[in-house]
């Protein structure tokens, strides 16, 4: 049966799925399905291959970063996203840099994407939120370094609703923090309190 947080949440996806609040971005991406879930992962922004694709996380990031949930919590992708709703700073490709690689969202990208996550927010009201990345992490709390955050929970509030935010790096293939010291012991620090947090008992594990 279909329940009314439910069809608060498909209305909204079909919302985003319209966006054409930015005229220099491209077509949205969102979570491959409306998924009510107390688990709630906001990454940056899409690539060049999920638009193609309709779906977040859909190449080489992705399959780094599944293949850290299934090594730790033993969730593999397709139960991944079944199960975890996935959001985004900001939802629309921004496009190439001239010198090279993906370029950043500008601040009035971001301000114009945020009104989407604070109704997801607002709606899900998640008991944790795994930002993944320096620009996602930086919607929620303020560091310097990912030595100072990853590995470590805290404590969040949007709107009076208090959730636990457990941060983590982008599996970005350009950087090589999640796979060398500090950044591979704090990684799988913050993998092992991510999986062990009471939100994802709905999440099938081993």
């Not at 975890?84 to 010198?99: D, E, H, L, Q, S």
């Not at 604070?118 to 990345?133: M, N, Q, R, S, W």
């Not at 955050?149 to 790096?169: C, S, T």
Request: net charge positive; proline share 7%; with cysteine.
């Amino acid at each position: 049966m279909t329940t009314a947080l439910q069809r608060k949440l498909d209305a909204h996806v079909d919302a985003l799925r319209a966006c054409a609040r930015c005229v220099n971005m491209h077509k949205p991406v969102v979570s491959g399905g409306a998924v009510v879930s107390k688990v709630m992962l906001v990454g940056q922004a899409p690539g060049t291959r999920e638009p193609v694709a309709g779906k977040p996380f859909a190449w080489t990031a992705g399959k780094t970063m599944f293949g850290w949930f299934e090594k730790f919590c033993g969730v593999d992708e397709a139960q991944f996203r079944a199960r975890i709703y996935m959001a985004a700073v900001c939802r629309c490709f921004p496009g190439k840099n001239a010198t090279g690689g993906d370029r950043v969202p500008n601040e009035v990208e971001v301000q114009n994407c945020s009104g989407w996550l604070d109704a997801e927010l607002t709606i899900l009201k998640p008991e944790l939120v795994i930002p993944v990345g320096k620009l996602a992490i930086r919607q929620f709390m303020q560091f310097e370094k990912l030595d100072e955050i990853i590995g470590k929970k805290f404590v969040a509030e949007f709107r009076g609703k208090k959730f636990d935010l457990i941060p983590l790096p982008h599996p970005s293939g350009a950087s090589p923090w999640h796979r060398i010291e500090p950044g591979k012991s704090l990684l799988a620090l913050a993998m092992k309190r991510i999986c062990g947090h009471p939100a994802m008992r709905g999440v099938k594990l081993r």
